[in-house]
């Protein structure tokens, strides 16, 4: 069985720029988690969607956004980029139901460099 | 708020000792206590977990203990080896959401 796949892994952006990343999650996961991994930080929680609609969200400003489509695959969009923006961005799926464990199961991530 | 505090933020052992990793957690209402382990250039993967109505959780050289009066729970690894070397993050969250709080990471070197 696959795992979870982001893409892209790496990307180089510019102040003011928006950026789109895309995560598939493990074929069976309705639920997909985001969250942004800085050094000092560790992992800080962006939102979760569930069934296309966002169940949870984190304490991000509004350039912060994502969706979820029917298939469960998940984007997630960063406009007017700033600085402090860069991080790994880290996508996690969970099997949901009566199945449901709470084990997340993270991608390698998306590394976002803004210059 | 919600916060979860780990300490320390980096550990060495000799391989073959003991090493500790602990957290403390806020929100009185977390039921759901996860241990992730990142290796280098991957994402978190599970370890070990804790659900609020066990103290005590053991899974071969891997335990976690949690004192809820305290909002304490810790990650022990005993005869550690080289391969244990990656960064740990301990996590809570609350019942019924999957909102989960991560600590700021511990990064665990073994010493060959």
């Known amino acids: 069985k696959a795992g979870v796949t982001q893409t892209p892994r790496y990307l180089i952006k510019t102040r003011g720029q928006q950026v789109t990343l895309s995560c598939s999650p493990i074929?069976?996961?309705?639920?997909v988690s985001w969250y942004q991994q800085t050094p000092g930080q560790g992992l800080q929680f962006l939102f979760e969607y569930f069934s296309e609609t966002q169940r949870n969200k984190g304490n991000f400003p509004g350039r912060f956004s994502g969706r979820q489509f029917s298939n469960s695959r998940s984007e997630m969009n960063v406009s007017t980029l700033e600085l402090g923006d860069s991080a790994l961005y880290l996508c996690a799926s969970r099997l949901t139901g009566t199945v449901n464990t709470g084990e997340l199961f993270f991608g390698e991530g998306s590394r976002l460099t803004v210059l | 708020g919600e916060n979860v505090e780990q300490h320390p933020s980096t550990l060495s052992v000799q391989e073959g000792d003991s090493a500790v990793i602990k957290c403390t957690y806020s929100?009185?209402?977390?039921?759901?206590f996860p241990w992730y382990k990142q290796e280098l250039g991957k994402g978190p993967q599970l370890i070990i977990d804790i659900r609020s109505n066990v103290g005590e959780k053991k899974d071969q050289r891997i335990a976690v203990t949690l004192n809820k009066t305290a909002k304490h729970f810790s990650l022990h690894i005993t005869e550690t080896q080289p391969e244990d070397s990656a960064v740990y993050f301990c996590?809570?969250?609350?019942?019924?959401?999957?909102?989960?709080?991560f600590g700021t990471g511990t990064r665990l070197k073994v010493l060959a």
């Open positions: 929100d009185s209402a977390s039921n759901y």
């Open positions: 074929s069976g996961h309705r639920s």
């Open positions: 996590a809570a969250s609350g019942s019924g959401t999957y909102k989960y709080i």
